[in-house]
């Protein structure tokens, strides 16, 4: 449909991406890539300092997106990771502007993304309610059914003290809503312990919300001074030792669910994507698995033949607390 639409209007040279070679500069394997929509962000959370240092959000026309997704692709490209600092804010700053056919909103951005043959897996997303729009392309498999969404917190006070854009959004409703139109989604997020002023109380809220979320991946930070963040400010600082003992008792969960999750998964049947072959066997991750940040399954026995890019159907035997192992089916 792309080559269609370029064979009608060419693309306008665009020095944003032209300066590059076709296949862009990579710093990542061959066989898959980032690909940058926008950079800045409109919001002011109290722990991070990346509006001032980045500015303001900047999006990229979404023909100049798309442009640089298919170069990806034609140069053997499997899988683009689409990053910004907020991904589902993506075009706000062009009023969605549409540019030879492609409009600036992140709907539209991942169906014609979807569109190229590519995985297509979205990081940094915000819970705004416009992501529910996102989730059928996930369902329909044009975009892989993983959302990356840093919810920081769970407690509504304690995300007013972080300034976060999402603080009364009921966050729990959201992810039960995700789940029936997409039951196989895989989300991921990243949370906040020992922010200042966190009582125990407002920390048990975090951990009653896990048990109700059930999310597949989490990161967790225990919270540290930034130099020029507005937190730094805030009073009732937590003393270093609790917000040790907090990240233990998060991070307790938070295995003890992938656990749960990947030891479901064995006998199933499901599609990976090759990253390293080497003479003990092949590296490869699951469309749950972004890189670099998630696990791996494992292939030990019959992986002669495969090369990192190809993307096989595995049967799951055995589950660890972050990793798989598998054979081909
Ligand atoms: S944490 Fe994310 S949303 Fe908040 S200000 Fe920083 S980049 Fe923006």
Same mark, same amino acid.
């Given at each position: 449909?792309?080559d269609?639409?370029?064979?009608?209007?060419?693309?306008a040279p665009?020095?944003?991406?032209?300066?590059?070679?076709?296949a $862009?500069?990579k710093?990542?394997?061959?066989?898959?890539?980032?690909?940058?929509?926008?950079? $800045?962000?409109n919001?002011?959370?109290?722990?991070?300092?990346?509006?001032?240092?980045?500015?303001r959000l900047?999006?990229?026309?979404?023909?100049a997106?798309?442009?640089?997704a298919?170069?990806?692709v034609?140069?053997?490209?499997?899988e683009?990771l689409?990053?910004?600092q907020? &991904?589902?804010?993506y075009g706000?700053?062009?009023?969605?502007?549409?540019?030879?056919?492609? *409009?600036a909103?992140?709907?539209?951005?991942? *169906?014609?993304?979807?569109s190229? $043959?590519?995985?297509?897996?979205?990081?940094?997303?915000y819970?705004?309610?416009?992501? *529910?729009?996102?989730?059928p392309l996930?369902?329909?498999?044009?975009?892989?059914?993983?959302?990356?969404?840093?919810?920081?917190?769970?407690h509504? %006070?304690?995300?007013?003290?972080?300034? *976060?854009?999402?603080?009364a959004? #009921?966050?729990?409703?959201?992810?039960?809503?995700?789940?029936?139109?997409?039951?196989?989604?895989?989300?991921?997020?990243?949370?906040?312990?020992?922010?200042?002023?966190?009582?125990?109380?407002?920390?048990?809220t975090?951990l009653?919300?896990?048990?109700?979320?059930?999310l %597949?991946?989490?990161?967790?930070?225990k919270?540290?001074?930034?130099?020029?963040?507005?937190?730094?400010?805030?009073? %009732?600082?937590?003393? %270093?030792?609790?917000?040790?003992?907090?990240?233990h008792?998060?991070?307790e #969960?938070?295995?003890?669910?992938?656990?749960?999750?990947?030891?479901?998964?064995v006998?199933?049947?499901?599609?990976?994507?090759?990253?390293?072959?080497?003479?003990?066997?092949? &590296?490869? !991750?699951?469309?749950?698995?972004?890189?670099?940040?998630?696990?791996?399954l494992?292939?030990?026995?019959?992986?002669?033949?495969?090369?990192? $890019?190809?993307?096989v159907?595995?049967?799951?035997?055995?589950?660890?607390d972050?990793?798989?192992?598998? !054979?081909?089916?």
């Open positions: 449909m792309l269609a639409v370029h064979a009608a209007v060419p693309p665009d020095p944003f991406i032209d300066l590059m070679p076709a $862009g500069v710093l990542t394997p061959r066989h898959y890539s980032y690909l940058k929509i926008s950079e $800045g962000c919001h002011h959370c109290k722990f991070c300092i990346i509006p001032d240092m980045r500015g900047v999006s990229r026309p979404a023909h997106v798309l442009r640089e298919e170069k990806l034609d140069a053997g490209v499997r683009l689409v990053i910004s907020d &991904t589902s804010a706000v700053d062009i009023k969605h502007a549409e540019k030879n056919g492609h *409009r909103h992140i709907t539209d951005l991942a *169906r014609d993304l979807g190229l $043959g590519a995985w297509v897996r979205l990081h940094y997303v819970p705004y309610p416009h992501v *529910r729009d996102l989730i996930m369902a329909e498999g044009l975009v892989l059914p993983y959302l990356d969404i840093p919810f920081q917190h769970a509504p %006070d304690t995300l007013k003290r972080m300034a *976060r854009p999402a603080a959004a #009921k966050t729990l409703d959201e992810i039960a809503a995700w789940r029936a139109a997409c039951p196989g989604i895989t989300l991921r997020s990243t949370f906040i312990v020992g922010y200042p002023g966190e009582t125990e109380a407002e920390f048990r975090l009653d919300w896990m048990d109700e979320a059930q %597949d991946r989490v990161g967790c930070f919270y540290e001074n930034v130099a020029g963040a507005r937190s730094n400010a805030l009073p %009732d600082h937590v003393p %270093d030792e609790v917000k040790e003992e907090r990240w008792r998060f991070m #969960k938070a295995q003890a669910i992938s656990e749960a999750k990947l030891a479901a998964k006998g199933t049947r499901i599609e990976v994507i090759v990253d390293a072959v080497d003479g003990e066997g092949a &590296t490869c !991750r699951t469309k749950a698995d972004a890189p670099e940040i998630d696990g791996n494992f292939i030990d026995e019959g992986y002669e033949g495969l090369a990192p $890019g190809d993307i159907t595995v049967t799951v035997d055995e589950a660890g972050y990793d798989l192992w598998g !054979r081909r089916a």
